[in-house]
């Protein structure tokens, strides 16, 4: 969603609640014992419930069946999910063009730290897919490189597509070719 869609959203918000505000008053005209003020007063508390939920949403969320049973590990890709977070908050609080492109920077910079730690692990437990899982943290980091550049040059493609395609990018990976060396952490 764009800074124009996101501010356009909130106007409309604003105008249902005093949409809102106004048929109570004019409901209450009706008599206090009159249902609909009453149902109104009920639509505009949940309102902000429903706001909340639409938000949270947006945020991903660490679950148990991420792990991979190596906490070092797990640990990073707690941290790597959390920096999205922090990214989806900047962006949902339109913070500044230099907090965002900070925030940007620190996840690729621990991505690759993370990346070089976890074939390192893999390595000592002689994974034997190692080879390929290696190749595929490479085209990672290519792909994220190439995206976010091409965010940076055209600002048609929004921060939401970036922040889109990175949950996508990090949760499939650790959801599934991460999952894949779990059984050799343990030997
Ligand atoms: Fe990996």
Redesign the pocket.
């Known amino acids: 969603m764009s800074t124009t869609s996101r501010n356009i959203n909130m106007l409309i918000l604003s105008v249902l609640i005093l949409g809102l505000l106004v048929m109570i008053v004019l409901g209450f005209m009706l008599g206090f014992s009159h249902p609909l003020p009453w149902l109104l007063i009920g639509v505009l508390i949940i309102i902000p419930f429903i706001h909340d939920k639409i938000v949270a949403k947006r945020f991903v969320e660490w679950k148990e069946s991420y792990s991979v049973e190596n906490k070092d590990?797990d640990d990073d890709h707690k941290k790597l999910l959390g920096m999205i977070n922090q990214l989806q908050t900047a962006v949902h609080y339109q913070t500044d063009e230099g907090t965002i492109e900070q925030t940007l920077n620190d996840l690729i910079d621990y991505t690759k730290y993370?990346?070089s730690r976890?074939?390192k692990i893999?390595q000592d437990h002689d994974y034997p897919d190692f080879e390929e899982?290696k190749q595929?943290?490479a085209k990672?980091v290519a792909q994220v490189t190439q995206f976010i550049d091409e965010y940076r040059i055209d600002k048609t493609r929004t921060i939401d597509n970036v922040l889109q395609f990175l949950k996508s990018w990090l949760i499939n990976?650790?959801n599934g070719?991460?999952q894949k060396?779990r059984p050799y952490l343990k030997k």
């Open positions: 590990i993370h990346f976890e074939e893999m899982h595929e943290h990672m990976h650790i070719s991460d060396y």
